[in-house]
């Protein structure tokens, strides 16, 4: 260590010393003993704390928001069970829009004592808030009671109500060393059980055999829910022109349609079993994340756009062609079953619980069976018309009417666009619409700028400029956000290797600490912070307070202050006179104070 780092260390030190224990708090804290009534309990001992006007302590049972009050003590070095007076509801200090218990005023806490002790110890953790700022608070207190008999009377004091109403400590003070493990996880696990009782009993699956049979059908009635019944309307649109046609090319066509598309669901429920079986994640699940949502209602639009007329899809059948136009009928169908089934993903239907119930949690193998048999029953209409292509006879002609009801489809799917939308975070809004009006810029140049008559090249040219610009958007707007967070955990050691050596900035925060996380979220977010490392070429070290530390909490004081938030700056040149602000400030105010401690 340098001669200069030691001598900053010693000021500091002498600094700390000079600040006597206890003392410009903003509260009192004093352990009494009382006599009872009360042969069970005879002494009663009191740790009394009082907070500053303006302050408040919250309540020992923990909430949204602050740290709860707890007492430990000891008589005689046995342990006593501490008990709380009602906290008040009330807004938070620091957010008022929070409702918490808190103390306010002096507040009693209570120690019951089946005899007199020699000795009584007790520890108060607090924490003290005000409108502004927060204060932790861990007092050690002594009593030696020596004469019983002459202790006053607890029935005669102001408290004495507040003891009566008073409980156990729901909350206990974790050792600082304490990690929590999977035991203590289990632990925390609900140990009750129950015996539930099904309202259709012979509906719950208990066996291969039921849950296949019950699967099957729970397929073929996905067909008919919400969320699928629009493609599914599509594909039988788009046999409709096959009536018009020569019966034996129709019928081939009509069978080859149906095999495949038939065949797109049934390969999309086994890779569904295979991601269930790998992953443990539920039915539907896969839609809680909002890049599958907002990817599934990317292809929606688009595919709606193509029913208005704006352009065609090259891969998805969903608009009646003549039979000549058809390129790739196989592969338009085999596409138009995938997507069928993927909208049937987040849906549910009759039967379909009690098979999921059972089935997920049986062995990968039982978990494909059961999936393959739900996509079996949703391909059976079509594999029928596969094996009975005569049934095409029965489609209405194609008239003026299909075009209306391509329309008519265009808003259902935009419809379930607003259903998707609505199912993501707000905070996503702003770019899904941005995403949403770019596909339909791709979408119509895609249809006014291209056509047959062009050749292939020009054509797939301007298609493929198109994808890259809705894939170009999708990424600016998408990207991962996360920036590498210049602040380093604070140590001791390495503070005092680095004063006087380089620029420092010290942030004293804390997990209890409304204000201190609404500085990290705004003033000292990532983006900022790393500017401010690099503009000023400073080392960000973060001191954590959230469990006590005497060490820190030594260096706080240090700083003239015994409540946080506080940021302290320690100039290279002359880091024994550190600049400090306090509570709430802005970006403006810290920059002004950067520019003037650690510009050159």
């Given at each position: 260590?340098?001669?200069?780092?030691?001598?900053?260390?010693?000021?500091?030190?002498?600094?700390?010393?000079?600040?006597?224990?206890?003392?410009?708090?903003?509260?009192?804290?004093?352990?009494?003993?009382?006599?009872?009534?009360?042969?069970?309990?005879?002494?009663?001992?009191?740790?009394?704390?009082?907070?500053?006007?303006?302050?408040?302590?919250?309540?020992n049972?923990?909430g949204?928001?602050?740290?709860?009050?707890?007492v430990?003590?000891?008589?005689?070095?046995?342990?006593l069970?501490a008990?709380?007076?009602?906290?008040?509801?009330?807004?938070d200090?620091?957010?008022?829009?929070?409702?918490?218990?808190?103390y306010?005023?002096?507040?009693?806490?209570?120690?019951?004592?089946?005899?007199?002790?020699?000795?009584?110890?007790?520890?108060?953790?607090?924490?003290?808030?005000?409108?502004?700022?927060?204060q932790?608070?861990?007092e050690?207190?002594?009593?030696?009671?020596?004469?019983?008999?002459?202790?006053?009377?607890?029935e005669?004091?102001?408290?004495?109500?507040?003891?009566?109403?008073?409980?156990?400590?729901?909350a206990?003070?974790?050792?600082?060393?304490?990690?929590?493990?999977?035991?203590?996880?289990a632990a925390?696990?609900?140990?009750?059980?129950?015996?539930?009782?099904?309202?259709?009993?012979?509906?719950?699956?208990?066996?291969?055999s039921?849950?296949?049979?019950?699967?099957?059908?729970?397929?073929?009635?996905?067909?008919?829910?919400?969320?699928?019944?629009?493609?599914?309307?599509?594909?039988?649109?788009?046999?409709?022109?096959?009536?018009?046609?020569?019966?034996?090319?129709?019928?081939?066509?009509f069978?080859?349609?149906?095999?495949?598309?038939?065949?797109?669901?049934?390969?999309?429920?086994?890779?569904?079993?295979?991601?269930?079986?790998?992953?443990?994640?539920?039915?539907?699940?896969?839609?809680?994340?909002?890049?599958?949502?907002?990817t599934?209602?990317?292809?929606?639009?688009?595919?709606?756009?193509?029913?208005?007329?704006?352009?065609?899809?090259?891969?998805?059948?969903?608009?009646?062609?003549?039979?000549?136009?058809?390129h790739?009928?196989?592969?338009?169908?085999?596409?138009?079953g995938?997507?069928?089934?993927?909208?049937?993903?987040?849906?549910?239907?009759?039967?379909?619980?009690g098979?999921?119930?059972?089935?997920?949690?049986?062995?990968?193998?039982?978990?494909?069976?059961?999936?393959?048999?739900?996509?079996?029953?949703m391909?059976?209409?079509?594999?029928?018309?596969?094996?009975?292509?005569?049934?095409?006879?029965?489609?209405?002609?194609?008239?003026?009417?299909?075009?209306?009801?391509?329309?008519?489809?265009?808003?259902?799917?935009?419809?379930?666009?607003?259903?998707?939308?609505?199912?993501?975070?707000?905070?996503?809004?702003?770019?899904?619409?941005?995403?949403?009006?770019?596909?339909?810029?791709?979408?119509?140049?895609?249809?006014k700028?291209?056509?047959?008559?062009?050749?292939?090249?020009?054509?797939?040219a301007?298609?493929?400029?198109?994808?890259?610009?809705?894939?170009?958007?999708?990424?600016?707007?998408?990207?991962?956000?996360?920036?590498?967070?210049?602040?380093?955990?604070?140590?001791?050691?390495?503070?005092?290797?680095?004063?006087?050596?380089?620029?420092?900035?010290?942030?004293?925060?804390?997990?209890?600490c409304?204000?201190?996380?609404?500085?990290?979220?705004?003033?000292?977010?990532?983006?900022?912070?790393?500017?401010?490392?690099?503009?000023?070429?400073?080392?960000?070290?973060?001191?954590?307070?959230?469990?006590?530390?005497?060490?820190?909490?030594?260096?706080?004081?240090?700083?003239?202050?015994k409540?946080?938030?506080?940021?302290?700056?320690?100039?290279?040149?002359?880091?024994?006179?550190?600049?400090?602000?306090?509570?709430?400030?802005?970006?403006?105010?810290?920059?002004?104070?950067?520019?003037?401690?650690?510009?050159?």
């Amino acid at each position: 260590m340098t001669l200069r780092a030691a001598f900053i260390l010693l000021c500091l030190a002498v600094l700390n010393l000079a600040a006597p224990a206890g003392a410009a708090g903003p509260y009192e804290v004093s352990l009494q003993a009382f006599r009872t009534d009360d042969p069970a309990a005879p002494v009663l001992g009191v740790v009394t704390l009082t907070p500053a006007p303006e302050w408040h302590a919250y309540g020992n049972v923990q909430g949204p928001s602050g740290f709860p009050t707890t007492v430990t003590a000891q008589a005689d070095g046995a342990d006593l069970n501490a008990l709380y007076p009602p906290a008040e509801p009330g807004p938070d200090p620091i957010d008022p829009s929070l409702t918490v218990e808190l103390y306010n005023g002096p507040t009693p806490f209570f120690l019951p004592m089946a005899k007199a002790p020699a000795k009584l110890t007790a520890r108060l953790n607090a924490l003290l808030c005000s409108a502004t700022t927060c204060q932790p608070l861990r007092e050690d207190l002594e009593l030696a009671v020596t004469d019983p008999a002459g202790l006053p009377r607890a029935e005669d004091q102001p408290w004495w109500p507040r003891y009566l109403l008073s409980t156990p400590g729901a909350a206990e003070t974790l050792p600082e060393t304490a990690v929590a493990t999977p035991a203590d996880a289990a632990a925390q696990t609900p140990s009750v059980s129950f015996s539930p009782r099904y309202f259709a009993p012979g509906l719950e699956v208990h066996t291969l055999s039921k849950a296949a049979g019950l699967a099957f059908l729970a397929g073929l009635i996905l067909n008919f829910m919400p969320c699928v019944l629009p493609v599914i309307t599509l594909k039988l649109r788009s046999f409709i022109p096959a009536a018009s046609g020569m019966p034996m090319q129709q019928r081939l066509a009509f069978r080859a349609h149906n095999l495949f598309f038939a065949l797109g669901m049934m390969l999309y429920f086994l890779i569904l079993a295979g991601i269930i079986a790998a992953t443990g994640i539920a039915w539907g699940q896969i839609f809680q994340q909002p890049s599958a949502i907002i990817t599934l209602t990317a292809i929606v639009f688009a595919l709606s756009l193509s029913l208005f007329g704006v352009y065609d899809l090259p891969l998805i059948d969903l608009k009646g062609k003549a039979a000549g136009v058809k390129h790739h009928p196989k592969l338009e169908s085999f596409t138009t079953g995938v997507l069928a089934t993927v909208l049937a993903t987040p849906c549910s239907g009759p039967f379909l619980g009690g098979v999921l119930a059972w089935a997920l949690i049986q062995p990968p193998k039982i978990i494909a069976l059961v999936l393959s048999c739900i996509g079996l029953g949703m391909a059976s209409p079509y594999l029928a018309m596969a094996l009975m292509p005569g049934l095409y006879r029965f489609l209405p002609r194609p008239g003026g009417w299909t075009v209306h009801l391509e329309r008519l489809l265009g808003f259902l799917l935009a419809g379930t666009c607003v259903y998707l939308f609505g199912l993501l975070p707000t905070s996503a809004y702003l770019n899904v619409l941005i995403l949403l009006w770019t596909i339909a810029v791709a979408a119509w140049t895609w249809g006014k700028l291209t056509n047959l008559n062009q050749s292939r090249l020009r054509r797939w040219a301007i298609r493929s400029a198109c994808l890259a610009l809705v894939a170009t958007v999708s990424l600016l707007l998408f990207r991962p956000t996360a920036q590498q967070d210049p602040w380093q955990n604070f140590e001791m050691s390495r503070f005092q290797s680095r004063l006087g050596q380089e620029n420092l900035i010290l942030d004293f925060t804390a997990d209890w600490c409304p204000n201190c996380k609404f500085l990290e979220k705004t003033v000292l977010k990532p983006e900022n912070s790393v500017r401010i490392a690099k503009d000023f070429k400073a080392t960000l070290l973060r001191v954590d307070l959230t469990r006590h530390d005497p060490e820190l909490m030594a260096l706080l004081e240090s700083l003239g202050s015994k409540s946080i938030p506080i940021l302290a700056i320690f100039p290279k040149e002359r880091p024994e006179s550190p600049l400090v602000l306090r509570d709430l400030f802005t970006s403006g105010q810290l920059q002004e104070a950067l520019e003037a401690e650690l510009r050159p």
